[in-house]
């Protein structure tokens, strides 16, 4: 069985042995996994039953997946409510930071008590390795500094896919660690490409992890007209971390993470 691979050391994980503040108990694990199939890296491939470096492959089981939504459905209405977000009028917005290459803009979400964020800036290169390294796939742990672990649960045709991960601890233990169960699904988008995401309601759940749950959200991205070597990244983020840390703490801390996420992915694709 292939050894499950880990993210390098993030800036904002949590110290050795700190308890994070907003832990809570969680129901024991159950253990047992079905079979895994890698999520396509490129748009169109299929390499179903592959093994990728940097996502974790999980082992057959006698456990069964869980049932799950008509998967071309919920790809179709997620791609849709992206879109919509993507079509907001500009005075919908509030700046909430910005820095000489990338702007943050937020809006109260309609989906839960928080903010729906919107970020967007300038990434020198093309739009497919962008997203290669956004999406699922062997490059995102990588160098994504909050990401720590990535199981495909399931793979399905049109590139979609059911994904389990874990992020690290963040602002100095105030946000203990946290696993999220979403369904991803990359389409063509114009002249580029849209990776976008929904968590699901799954029951199997870590001690050591409190379940996050992310809204509708996705990355559009699309060529420069004047600089087709270069692209332009719009992401539209709304997540509930849950737990016992107030919304209000989050949506404080969501603008610099988007910063930073931006800042990181450069890097990554400078170095590939």
């Given at each position: 069985m292939r050894e499950r691979r880990r993210a390098p050391q993030g800036r904002a994980r949590l110290s050795e042995g700190a308890?994070?503040?907003?832990?809570?108990?969680?129901?024991?694990?159950?253990?047992?996994?079905?079979?895994?199939?890698?999520?396509?890296?490129?748009?169109?491939?299929?390499?179903?039953?592959?093994?990728f470096p940097s996502a974790h492959c999980v082992p057959n089981s006698e456990?069964?997946?869980?049932?799950?939504?008509?998967?071309?459905?919920?790809?179709?209405?997620?791609?849709?409510?992206?879109?919509q977000y993507h079509s907001l009028e500009d005075e919908k917005w509030r700046v909430a930071k910005k820095t000489k290459d990338v702007t943050i803009w937020r809006k109260p979400s309609e989906e839960f008590n928080g903010y729906l964020f919107k970020a967007q800036g300038v990434i020198d290169d093309l739009v497919n390795s962008v997203i290669d390294h956004i999406r699922p796939g062997p490059c995102r742990l990588d160098w994504d500094s909050l990401m720590t672990?990535?199981?495909?649960?399931?793979?399905?045709?049109?590139?979609?896919?059911?994904?389990?991960?874990?992020?690290?601890?963040?602002?100095?233990?105030?946000?203990?660690p946290r696993e999220f169960v979403d369904f991803s699904y990359t389409v063509g988008y114009k002249e580029g490409l849209l990776s976008c995401?929904?968590?699901?309601?799954?029951?199997e759940k870590r001690s050591e992890f409190v379940r996050g749950y992310n809204h509708p959200c996705g990355w559009f991205c699309v060529p420069l007209k004047?600089?087709?070597?270069?692209?332009?990244?719009?992401g539209y983020i709304q997540t509930d971390l849950r737990g016992?840390?107030?919304?209000?703490?989050?949506?404080?801390?969501?603008?610099?993470?988007?910063?930073?996420?931006y800042g990181d992915l450069q890097k990554a694709l400078q170095k590939a």
């Amino acid at each position: 069985m292939r050894e499950r691979r880990r993210a390098p050391q993030g800036r904002a994980r949590l110290s050795e042995g700190a308890p994070a503040v907003d832990s809570v108990p969680a129901p024991p694990a159950v253990h047992g996994r079905r079979k895994v199939r890698a999520f396509t890296p490129g748009v169109g491939g299929d390499t179903k039953g592959q093994c990728f470096p940097s996502a974790h492959c999980v082992p057959n089981s006698e456990k069964q997946m869980e049932a799950l939504p008509d998967a071309a459905a919920l790809a179709t209405r997620l791609k849709n409510t992206l879109i919509q977000y993507h079509s907001l009028e500009d005075e919908k917005w509030r700046v909430a930071k910005k820095t000489k290459d990338v702007t943050i803009w937020r809006k109260p979400s309609e989906e839960f008590n928080g903010y729906l964020f919107k970020a967007q800036g300038v990434i020198d290169d093309l739009v497919n390795s962008v997203i290669d390294h956004i999406r699922p796939g062997p490059c995102r742990l990588d160098w994504d500094s909050l990401m720590t672990s990535l199981d495909i649960l399931e793979h399905f045709e049109e590139n979609c896919c059911v994904m389990r991960y874990t992020t690290a601890g963040q602002l100095w233990n105030i946000i203990s660690p946290r696993e999220f169960v979403d369904f991803s699904y990359t389409v063509g988008y114009k002249e580029g490409l849209l990776s976008c995401g929904i968590s699901l309601d799954w029951s199997e759940k870590r001690s050591e992890f409190v379940r996050g749950y992310n809204h509708p959200c996705g990355w559009f991205c699309v060529p420069l007209k004047e600089s087709p070597s270069r692209s332009l990244l719009t992401g539209y983020i709304q997540t509930d971390l849950r737990g016992m840390i107030p919304q209000s703490a989050v949506d404080t801390a969501m603008a610099s993470t988007l910063i930073n996420f931006y800042g990181d992915l450069q890097k990554a694709l400078q170095k590939a």
